[in-house]
């Protein structure tokens, strides 16, 4: 099993930065991609981006290509999301995510974190 905490998140204006991290724990040996989805009320959850644990790839959903990068620092285990030119639309619960393959979808993710909440508003 693989253990999950976000950390960051909170409430952040339009037009700010964000930056959210994530620790994981356990076996993390079966990690082959980490990233994050979020979750908005009364949608599905989308795909925002992840990397290639062992590499440097890194794939972005297209609602917030651009705006995103996801990095990560190996010897700490984490992984992190920064966004900037935050809008309204940006206000979800954002989960951490891990797996054994390239999970693009939420139905491919094997690892989630609790979700961290982000709320955009002036």
């Known amino acids: 099993q693989v253990q999950l905490v976000e950390s960051g998140g909170g409430l952040v204006q339009p037009g700010d930065f964000m930056r959210l991290s994530c620790v994981a724990s356990?076996?993390?040996?079966?990690?082959?991609?980490m990233g994050w989805f979020r979750q908005a009320p009364g949608k599905e959850r989308e795909f925002v981006g992840l990397?290639?644990?062992?590499?440097?790839?890194?794939f972005y959903g297209d609602s917030v290509k651009g705006r995103v990068t996801v990095f990560k620092d190996n010897p700490k285990n984490t992984v992190y999301l920064q966004m900037i030119g935050l809008k309204d639309e940006d206000t979800a619960v954002y989960y951490c995510a891990a797996g054994r393959r390239v999970a693009l979808s939420a139905d491919l993710v094997d690892y989630w974190g609790q979700g961290t909440q982000v709320t955009v508003s002036s």
């Open positions: 356990g076996r993390t040996s079966d990690i082959y991609t």
């Open positions: 990397i290639d644990w062992s590499g440097d790839g890194t």
